[in-house]
Structures are given as C-alpha cells and as structure tokens.
DNA sequence: ATTGGCACTGTGGACCAAGGAGTGCCAGGA
DNA sequence: TCCTGGCACTCCTTGGTCCACAGTGCCAAT
C-alpha cells in the first residue's frame, strides 16, 4: 500500500508544514526534496496519502497538511530522535549543574526546557511513592500543636502540622520521633503503611493518642493523598503558535495540575519517551496539541516524569531529542546530590 | 478647568468603555447615562478633557477611549471601592478557611483570587523577613552532610543541605541544634544575623567548623538572599483580553519572578490598595496592563503582598474591592492558624 | 509507472461604493 | 453665559466584484 516513496513525501510533508506552517504543495516538495520525481508523481502519491488519511486539504485548491495519523506514523516509523549538540549539551550541563536545592533542580529543569524546545515545560517532582524516608522530624510547636517534617533520599521535604487535641510534653515528641526513626528511615514510602501498623502498641498508653495522631497525619499526607507537585514554564511560548482550538482553553487545561499529572502519566510506550498526539490527548483543550514526556531517574528507577506540551506541529525529533536529553541530565544530577 | 458634569462624563466614559471595550461616543453616554445634558453638550466637554488628557480617540469619527491618566483620575477621585456581596464574602470564607498548611493557604488564595477578578492573580509568601523563628532543626544526613530546615511563625519552611567538609557526630549536631534554638527561637528573621554573631564563639573549637558553616548558610539562605516566592494563577484570562503589547510580552514578564516581586514591591500608597496604571508600570511588557495589589499580614503587621494584574480597561472598584477582600481574609487565616 | 499539459477551483488581496457612527462647529434660544 | 439642534464632514466598516495565484485532478503520451 504505502512504499517507500509514499513514506518519503509523508516526510517531506510533515517537515516542510513544520517549518512553514502553511499547506504544502506538490511543486514545493519537487523543489525542497530530493524525490526524484516530478510534482504530478507526487500529486497521485499524496491522493493514496490523503486516501489513508495521512494527510489532508484545508480546501480544494490548497496543499495538503498532516493529519495527527500523518504525524503518528512520521514519529513512529519515519523520524529518529535528534541528539543535542555537544554546545547545547555542555549549556545543560553547566545550568543544572548550578542548582543547591530540589526546588532548584526542579525550577532550572522546567525553565530551561521550556528555553531548549521553545514549548511549554512540565516537570514533576520526584515521586514520593518511590523514594525512601531518609528522616523524620516532629517538632513540637507550643500548645497541642506539633509539625512533623520529612525529609527523602531524593531531597524532598514535606511539612505537615498535627493538632494533638492534647497538651505534648518535649520528652513525649522525642520518644516518638526517635521511635519513628527507627522504624521507617530508610524505609520506601509505599512500604510505610505496614512498617508502621503495630507501632502505636509500643507506645506508652498516656501518649498513644498523640502517636495515633502523628501516624494518622504521616499516612494520610504522603501515602494516601500522593498529590504530585508539578511546575510548569514557557506558556509565554503558546502565543505564537495559532491553535485550532482556542488559545484560553489550552492555558485553562495547562493551570489544571490534575490533567498535567494525567498528561504526564500516560504511559503507552514502555520505552523512554512517550509521544501523544492531537486528538490522543483525553483532554478537550489539548486536542489541537501534542505532548512529549520522558522518564527522568536515578539508576533505572524512574521517579518522576517531564514532558513538553507544544502544536502538533512540533518538531518532534527536535523536541524528542531535547525530552529525552534533559530527562538524563536530571537524573545524574539528583544520583550525584 | 474641570467641573463636576465633566469628572461625571469622564467616570461615564471609563464605565462604558470597560463595559462595552469600544469607544464610547456622546450619544450612548446621553442615553445611558443621567447626565440631563444633551449630546452635544457632551461632545463639548470631551473636547475639554481630550485636551487635558485624559480621553483620546482613536480615529476622527470614532468615540472616546480613556488614557492612562483618565483611568488614573478615576480610580483616584472619581470611583469608589466596590465591596464584595455577602454570598461572595461566604465563598472565599469557606473556601480559604479549608486549607490545611501554608502552601495550600497561598494555593487556594491565587485561584480565589483569580477566579474573583477574572483576571491574573498573584500571591506573594509571607516574607522571611518579617517572620520570627519558631524552630530551627538540623538533621545529619550522614557522611559530612547536615540538612537544615527553619520553620517560622507563619507556618512557613525552609531547607537547605550544608556540606560541612568535616565529618559530624550526633552529638555535635544536637548541641548546635539546642544552641542555635536558644539563640533565635521567636527572633525576627532581620534579626538573627546580630544575634548569632557572637554564637561561634561559645562553641567548642573542635565543632566550631561546622557551626561557622551552618551559620553562614543560614545566614545566607534566609537574610541575604531572601528569595521572595510568588505564585500566580488565572493566566487563562488573559486569552479573553486583546492588548495593545503583544500577549507572549506580557506572559513573558508575568513567568519572571523578579518581574513580579517589583510589580508588588512598588508601593505608593501608604494605605492598604495600591493600583498602578498602564504607562506606570515599570516593565515595557506590562504597559498595557493594570496592577492592583494590596498588603496582607496579621494584625498590623505586613507579612506580604496579593495583587492583580489585568487589562487597564478593568472594573476597577470591582477588582480593587476583591483584592482588598481576599487581603483581609488570608491576614484572619493566618492569624487563627 | 511517470510525466507534461491543461482545465478547474477556492482563497486572498485590491478596489470601490454605500452606510453609519461620531465628530466639530455654528447659530439660535433659555 | 451656557446649552442645544442642525449640519457638513471624516473615517471606519461592510459587502461586493474582480482578478491573480497556488494547487489540484485528470488525461493522453511516453
């Protein structure tokens, strides 16, 4: 059905509509590829292209213009991920490199993807369900009030404050944190329900209630309600792209954390990147855009995701190659921290 | 030079023209408003505040648009804050006071915020500055590295890692975690640079490495360098505003924090609401918007900022009056916390 | 299977005319 | 002195027509 000359002014298409962002014609593909055959050839390719709905015509006398199948099958069988140049790879290097914190990381990351594929950039924070509890802190905060703080492997810190509904000695807090301690530093999040099942009968009886408390609020905060942290840069970049569908809609979808999360946890592809085209996305407001994300982790544990939301016409070797670049870097810099 | 009828005509136009955003000519003033004048009448006087200023029209035949300064002689002299609806009053009462912690008092506040106004809202954290120090904990993360996490009386929490290029034993951490918190708990954070001046000191020499070191981070990363964090919400609603600047300038200058800080820092009204206008505002990108923004704080005692950032065409009695409203309610919150 | 030729078709820009909104000005009236 | 109705003028907007252009689909020839 389709061989190889039809692939190649599938193509053509695709990169020339990229570039240009205007239908594109038999005549300028003839001129700009190196087809080897004349405009009429390509004319009666395009109509078995436009028959498969590869591609298709705005209106009758215009060129034709990828259909979000024509991209599907460009990045799945006819483009290969385009590597960084070793100038733009020494940049990332050095900028991430420079960050103190996560929080910095994570800031860096999101601008400079956002910079590196002129998109917009998302960048989740290390999973909390995949990392370990390095420490716990409880601080008592005067009154029945504690604060418990804690810290992961991955550099993630999350604060919580408890309302003990009873007056807490220091002696009390310092028991209990240095029982928490014990039990679960080192101990994965996702392991942490269990590990911490029988530890309140350990506790003397006049400070099981506040042990309760603590533990209620330990479990609650980060095993149950695993609310993903996710930044995002670049939306200044939309405004120069002309979406199908309305501008507002997109920036609405983008502000809503729980579509990025969902955008970001569709998985199709086992592999590294996972590209999600047009009219892929579950997402009304994104349907006239694409989204490429990756993996980021230490080892071959991934903690998080990125991902880049931009047209459906992207350049998507470009993006990939950028994707997946940073996705790395990201994941040597926290192994190194 | 200018009487009541035309300050009347002018607040006729700005109102007109935020409602309808298009010129306003004198006879929909005639007839919209009870001027008791005819259109001609009008007519004269908008010669007469054309030629102060305060008006223009973009084209012979067409009608009046305020400037700059006419928004500004309006919201000086002319308008009034517009309170909020009792039903409204309840929605961001119920609404703020479910938050649990400060990120998600600061969270709920932008989206309030924006949603209320329909416009760009931004949230300013409390300030470090103006916080005192409620704890101070430092935590081995073994090897030479001591995690350092310093809660304030606002609820907020700040971490660093100090690599302390010498090994450190338990011990050694907690006496310095015991002094440190003797010397500064409840100490304004402008503060705690003079009193911890003399702390080495007191330390025994063999720790006194460390101590110098965590001090100096310390120092650094909460006086020094006092990073402002800032969130903002509602960008959506630029999408629905058409301005003079190009839209991508103006989602340009609201992803730069600096840019947003200065937007807030800029204060010329002593008093609670501070609107600036168009041309006023400092940043090329931001001339076409409007900035209304307001202190928030506990008792009497500023902790930071909110604002909005939308059109110059705004409602601005509407907007100031929301802005001033959620100010008001994130100070109750606070302080109840 | 490929190609040059050719008739066909929407789009977009240029041009023009009519309609309308709003103004500035003036002379008359309270 | 101030207000008002009237009127001529200006400029934008809308709609219509026309034309050039880009690109197509088809066909006959190679």
Same mark, same amino acid.
């Given at each position: 059905?389709?061989?190889?000359?039809?692939?190649?002014?599938?193509?053509?298409?695709?990169?020339?509509?990229?570039?240009?962002?205007?239908?594109?014609? &038999?005549?300028?593909?003839?001129?700009? $590829?190196?087809?080897?055959?004349?405009?009429?050839?390509?004319?009666?390719?395009?109509?078995?292209?436009?028959?498969?709905?590869?591609?298709?015509?705005? $209106?009758?006398?215009?060129?034709?213009?990828?259909? /979000?199948?024509?991209?599907?099958?460009?990045? !799945?069988?006819?483009?290969?991920?385009?590597?960084?140049?070793?100038?733009?790879?020494? @940049?990332?290097?050095?900028?991430?490199?420079?960050?103190?914190?996560? /929080?910095?990381?994570?800031?860096?990351?999101?601008?400079?993807?956002?910079?590196?594929?002129?998109?917009?950039?998302?960048?989740?924070?290390? &999973?909390?369900? #995949? +990392?370990?509890?390095?420490? %716990?802190?409880?601080?008592?905060? =005067?009154?029945?009030?504690?604060?418990? %703080?804690?810290?992961?492997?991955?550099? #993630?810190?999350?604060?919580?404050?408890?309302?003990?509904?009873?007056?807490? +000695?220091? $002696?009390?807090? &310092?028991?209990?944190?240095?029982?928490?301690?014990?039990?679960? @530093?080192?101990?994965?999040?996702?392991?942490?329900?269990?590990?911490?099942? !029988?530890?309140?009968?350990?506790?003397?009886?006049?400070?099981?209630?506040?042990?309760?408390?603590?533990? +209620?609020?330990?479990?609650?905060?980060?095993?149950?309600?695993?609310?993903?942290?996710?930044?995002?840069?670049?939306?200044?970049?939309?405004?120069?792209? !002309?979406?199908?569908?309305?501008?507002?809609?997109?920036?609405?979808?983008?502000?809503?954390?729980?579509?990025?999360?969902?955008?970001?946890?569709?998985?199709?592809?086992?592999?590294?990147?996972?590209?999600?085209? =047009?009219?892929?996305?579950? $997402?009304?407001?994104?349907? +006239?855009?694409? %989204?490429?994300?990756?993996?980021?982790?230490? *080892?071959?544990?991934?903690?998080?995701?990125? *991902?880049?939301?931009?047209?459906?016409?992207?350049?998507?070797? =470009?993006?990939?190659?950028?994707?997946?670049?940073?996705?790395?870097?990201?994941?040597?810099?926290?192994?190194?921290?």
């Amino acid at each position: 059905m389709l061989n190889e000359r039809k692939l190649a002014v599938l193509r053509a298409v695709v990169e020339d509509f990229v570039n240009t962002n205007e239908p594109v014609g &038999s005549r300028a593909l003839a001129d700009r $590829h190196p087809l080897g055959v004349s405009p009429a050839t390509i004319r009666n390719d395009m109509v078995a292209l436009e028959e498969d709905g590869y591609i298709a015509q705005p $209106h009758t006398s215009a060129g034709r213009v990828p259909t /979000d199948k024509g991209y599907r099958l460009f990045v !799945d069988r006819l483009s290969s991920v385009k590597p960084l140049s070793a100038p733009e790879r020494r @940049a990332i290097e050095s900028f991430l490199g420079g960050a103190v914190d996560l /929080d910095e990381i994570v800031a860096r990351t999101v601008r400079l993807l956002a910079q590196l594929t002129r998109q917009v950039a998302i960048v989740q924070y290390p &999973s909390l369900t #995949r +990392s370990s509890v390095q420490h %716990v802190e409880l601080v008592p905060l =005067g009154g029945q009030r504690i604060m418990m %703080v804690v810290i992961t492997d991955t550099g #993630r810190v999350e604060q919580r404050v408890i309302d003990g509904l009873e007056a807490v +000695s220091e $002696h009390a807090v &310092s028991d209990l944190r240095a029982m928490l301690n014990r039990a679960i @530093a080192g101990c994965y999040l996702s392991d942490v329900p269990e590990t911490v099942d !029988d530890l309140p009968a350990q506790v003397p009886p006049e400070h099981r209630g506040i042990a309760v408390s603590v533990l +209620s609020v330990l479990l609650e905060s980060l095993v149950e309600r695993h609310e993903e942290k996710i930044v995002l840069a670049g939306t200044a970049n939309l405004a120069a792209v !002309d979406f199908a569908a309305s501008f507002r809609d997109v920036l609405e979808a983008l502000e809503e954390n729980m579509v990025l999360i969902r955008l970001l946890g569709e998985e199709k592809d086992p592999s590294m990147l996972t590209v999600s085209i =047009g009219e892929e996305n579950f $997402h009304k407001g994104l349907r +006239s855009t694409s %989204v490429v994300s990756a993996d980021y982790g230490v *080892g071959n544990q991934s903690l998080a995701k990125i *991902g880049v939301v931009g047209p459906t016409r992207m350049d998507y070797p =470009g993006t990939m190659g950028a994707v997946r670049a940073v996705a790395r870097y990201v994941g040597q810099i926290l192994a190194g921290q």
